[in-house]
């Protein structure tokens, strides 16, 4: 009766040294699109390729074809939840398949007007109230500075946020290689290593509470208390127990089409 349980703690322990490489950097491996993905805010379209994670608490899938790679992150954690859509979120992408900053995607990117979401209020509810101020993204070579576009201006990358129930859905399409049409792309080849990073920005505890602690984006009238599991659950949004930004990278060895 215990030799099944065994068999299936070793499969985990192997998943997981499979996943997670010796320099702590987490290994995967894209899957090839088949013209499955589109950039709409859903992970309807993802299934298994959603490989979720313990900590950070997210879920990251990775697609490729011969033009473009796709991107997935999603979470049910409201703090980065909190973190993405009131100060964004920066896909890094290595071509060398290490941790190089040679191209980044920054959305949304806000000028003076971000939002100040309240992740004590349901996601779905505000959403409809802060999607339309996610109309910029920011590019950012590897020198650094960044060029800002409106999302229908950058030619060839798609990005879209989206709320669930199940949480928060982050999707990016970007160009595996330039063209004149497509000047930003990542600088790969299907069957290529990549690097590619997550990372969001520190922000002040009024950015993640909202003043006073109700949301002024996304809601009409004042903070509903209780939330997601009512006022003081999940985690702490300020203080010595908040969590840590999101900074994470992902080594993906990229796919070819099946035969």
């Not at 709409?40 to 608490?57: H, Q, R, T, V």
């Not at 990016?172 to 290689?177: D, H, I």
């Not at 209780?226 to 999101?246: I, K, N, T, W, Y």
Request: negative net charge.
């Amino acid at each position: 009766m215990k030799r099944p349980k065994f068999i299936s703690l070793a499969l985990a322990a192997t998943f997981i040294s499979t996943l997670i490489g010796c320099s702590g950097t987490i290994e995967m491996a894209s899957s090839w699109n088949d013209n499955a993905v589109k950039i709409d805010g859903s992970n309807a379209e993802w299934g298994s390729s959603l490989k979720p994670l313990s900590d950070p608490p997210v879920a990251i899938g990775i697609r490729n074809d011969a033009q473009f790679l796709y991107v997935c992150l999603t979470t049910q954690d409201p703090f980065y939840e909190a973190q993405i859509i009131n100060g964004g979120l920066t896909v890094w992408f290595d071509p060398a398949g290490q941790q190089e900053k040679s191209l980044g995607i920054r959305f949304p990117n806000y000028g003076e007007n971000a939002p100040h979401w309240n992740p004590r209020e349901p996601l779905t509810a505000s959403f409809p109230f802060l999607e339309p101020s996610f109309r910029e993204l920011a590019i950012i070579g590897p020198d650094g500075e960044p060029e800002l576009f409106s999302v229908v201006e950058a030619k060839g990358i798609k990005v879209k946020i989206g709320a669930t129930e199940s949480g928060l859905v982050y999707e990016m399409q970007v160009p595996l290689k330039p063209s004149d049409t497509m000047r930003h792309a990542v600088g790969a080849t299907e069957t290529q290593t990549v690097g590619i990073g997550f990372e969001t920005a520190e922000l002040g505890g009024d950015r993640l509470q909202g003043p006073s602690g109700r949301a002024t984006a996304g809601t009409r009238g004042g903070g509903r208390r209780g939330g997601r599991g009512g006022a003081g659950a999940g985690p702490s949004l300020d203080g010595a127990g908040r969590p840590e930004v999101l900074d994470l990278w992902t080594k993906v060895l990229l796919s070819s089409p099946r035969q």
